[in-house]
Nanobody, 121 residues
């Protein structure tokens, strides 16, 4: 069974930095993309950033130039470095894993439980 463990959320002042981590564990799967999405109260979940197994990256417009996503393929871990944070970055950040299950050969998707990020003004 594939599992995700998120860490790194918390409270930070505007202009500050936080780093999120998400590690995938389990057997018999291959990762083809990992990333972060966020959801503010009363809002829809939105893309923050994703990274593919080939290290291609994609960012939401609101975080470009401030956030950086990276991954350690051997550890099946993705990191999100968030700099120059703004109050509008506040929300619950969810890790997302897209993978192929070796046993079924099916493409699947898994979400983490979410980690809360609060940016105070």
């Amino acid at each position: 069974q594939v599992q995700l463990v998120e860490s790194g959320g918390g409270l930070v002042q505007a202009g500050g930095s936080l780093r999120l981590s998400c590690a995938a564990s389990g057997s018999s799967f291959s990762t083809f993309a990992m990333g972060w999405y966020r959801q503010a109260p009363g809002e829809q979940r939105e893309l923050v950033a994703t990274v593919s197994s080939g290290d291609g990256t994609n960012y939401g417009d609101s975080v470009k130039g401030r956030f950086t996503i990276s991954s350690d393929h051997a550890k099946k871990t993705v990191y999100l470095q968030m700099n120059n944070m703004k109050p509008e970055d506040t929300g619950t950040y969810y890790c997302n894993l897209k993978f192929v299950d070796w046993e079924t050969a099916k493409h699947s998707e898994l979400w983490g439980q979410g980690t809360l990020v609060t940016v105070s003004s």
